[in-house]
């Protein structure tokens, strides 16, 4: 009966753990919601990421323009950004916003280039005290 009883509060806890877990996730989809809405709201000419993203801590956000090389994020960002899956390498209709944390990548997002593509002054990423971007609208023929 212990064991039971015992077992059974093991579970109910990695139940509750987990619960919390996801509760804290930030989901791709939320996030590209903030960015884009964020544009909207300055009329599609610049972009304020201190103020669109919430929910998570970060402290530094790079930009990806298509095509660029794994290589060339990685050399960017400092360190080996393992989960990179997006591709951007092959294509042509994304940005790739990546928001870093402690030397590791905690949330990416893609972005259309139907919204514009960013004004980069520079390709160390942007603290987020200065992370107010100008958009500038896309080349029709790449969006």
């Not at 877990?21 to 590209?32: H, I, K, P």
């Not at 304020?48 to 990806?64: L, Q």
């Not at 994020?73 to 899956?85: D, V």
């Not at 514009?116 to 080349?139: C, E, M, R, T």
Request: hydrophobic fraction near 40%.
């Amino acid at each position: 009966m212990k064991k039971t009883m015992l077992f059974l509060s093991f579970i109910l806890l990695l139940i509750s753990l987990s619960a919390c877990a996801s509760f804290n996730q930030v989901d791709e989809d939320s996030l590209q919601n903030q960015v884009i809405y964020n544009i909207q709201k300055h009329h599609g000419k610049e972009i304020n990421f201190k103020e669109a993203m919430s929910g998570f801590d970060w402290e530094k956000v790079y930009i990806f323009t298509p095509h660029t090389s794994i290589n060339s994020i990685n050399k960017q960002i400092g360190f080996k950004w393992l989960t990179h899956k997006q591709g951007i390498q092959y294509r042509d209709d994304i940005n790739l916003v990546a928001f870093v944390k402690d030397n590791q990548v905690v949330h990416s997002v893609e972005i259309s280039r139907k919204y514009g593509d960013f004004v980069l002054d520079s390709k160390n990423g942007f603290d987020k005290d200065h992370s107010v971007l100008q958009i500038k609208k896309a080349n029709a023929k790449n969006s």
